[in-house]
C-alpha cells in the first residue's frame, strides 16, 4: 500500500521567504509526526499530532515554525521567515495509534535549503 | 533530559565480520526502536523492543534490549555489503534518536 509522502522533496528558499512542507500519512494513521534531520545528525523531534490535535510542539525550535493538520490527514509545517539555520531535511512520520508498537513509518523527507 | 548516545559513530568492517553497535539512553523508557537509513533515503524501521530482554532477529542482525542497564545492543553477524547504511536507534513515543552509525562493509 501507499506510504508516507512528503512534498515538495526538495526545496530552496532565500533568506526571509515562508514555505510551507507538506505531509501525507498512511491512510488512517492516527498519528502525525515532524522531524528535523541536520547533515550528518540524526532525527529531532519537532511536533506530534493525534488526529486533528497537536498534543506536543515542544521540539519547534522557534515561534517562526508552525504545523497544523485540520482534519486529522494531511499536516503542512510552515516556516516563516527562513534563516540559513533552517536548512536541514523534514521529516514525516505517522503511526496507528493503538498498536503495541506504534512504529512510526517516515516519509521520504523534504530537503530544505535556505541561501 | 533524555540522551540518547550509540557507539560507535562510524564503523569500518570487513564481509563476513561480526560486529555489534551500542545504543544507551539516559532514562527509564518503555520502547526502544532501531532504524536504518541509507544515504539521501528516509528510515526503514528495523525491530522494536519493548520489554526487558527482548531480542529480535531479521537476518543477520539481531537487536536486544536490557532495560535495568538502559542499553540496547544491535549485533550484525557475518556482514555483508547490502548492510552498509546508517543505523539509529530511538526512545519513547516521540522519537529521540541517537546520532546514528555508519557502517560500511568492505570486501
Known amino acids: 500500500g501507499a506510504g508516507v509522502s512528503q512534498s515538495p522533496r526538495y526545496k530552496v528558499a532565500k533568506r526571509g521567504q515562508d514555505v510551507a512542507l507538506r505531509c501525507d500519512p498512511i491512510?488512517?494513521?492516527?498519528?502525525l509526526f515532524w522531524y528535523q534531520q541536520a547533515l550528518g545528525q540524526g532525527p529531532e523531534f519537532l511536533t506530534y499530532?493525534?488526529?486533528?490535535?497537536?498534543?506536543?510542539k515542544s521540539g519547534l525550535p522557534s515561534d517562526r515554525f508552525f504545523a497544523e493538520r485540520p482534519e486529522g490527514s494531511v499536516s503542512t509545517l510552515k516556516i516563516q521567515r527562513t534563516q540559513q539555520e533552517d536548512s536541514a531535511v523534514y521529516l514525516c512520520?505517522?503511526?496507528?495509534?493503538?498498536?503495541?508498537?506504534?512504529?512510526?513509518?517516515f516519509g521520504p523527507g523534504t530537503r530544505l535549503t535556505v541561501l | 533530559e533524555l540522551k540518547v548516545e550509540q557507539n560507535p559513530l562510524f564503523l569500518s568492517m570487513q564481509e563476513g565480520k561480526n560486529y555489534t553497535i551500542y545504543c544507551n539512553y539516559s532514562t527509564t523508557s518503555d520502547r526502544l526502536y532501531w532504524y536504518r537509513q541509507d544515504p539521501g533515503k528516509s528510515l526503514e524501521s528495523l525491530f522494536v523492543?519493548?520489554?526487558?530482554?527482548a531480542v529480535k532477529q531479521e537476518g543477520r542482525l539481531m537487536a536486544s534490549l536490557d532495560t535495568k542497564a538502559r542499553l540496547s545492543t544491535l549485533h550484525i553477524t557475518a556482514a555483508v555489503h547490502d548492510l552498509s547504511a546508517t543505523y539509529f536507534c530511538a526512545v519513547e513515543r516521540a522519537l529521540n534518536f541517537g546520532k546514528g552509525t555508519s557502517l560500511l562493509v568492505t570486501p
Open positions: 523492543l519493548l520489554s526487558n530482554g
Open positions: 491512510s488512517g494513521h492516527v498519528s
Open positions: 499530532f493525534q488526529n486533528e490535535a497537536q498534543l506536543d
Open positions: 512520520a505517522s503511526s496507528l495509534v493503538g498498536s503495541v508498537a506504534d512504529t512510526q513509518y
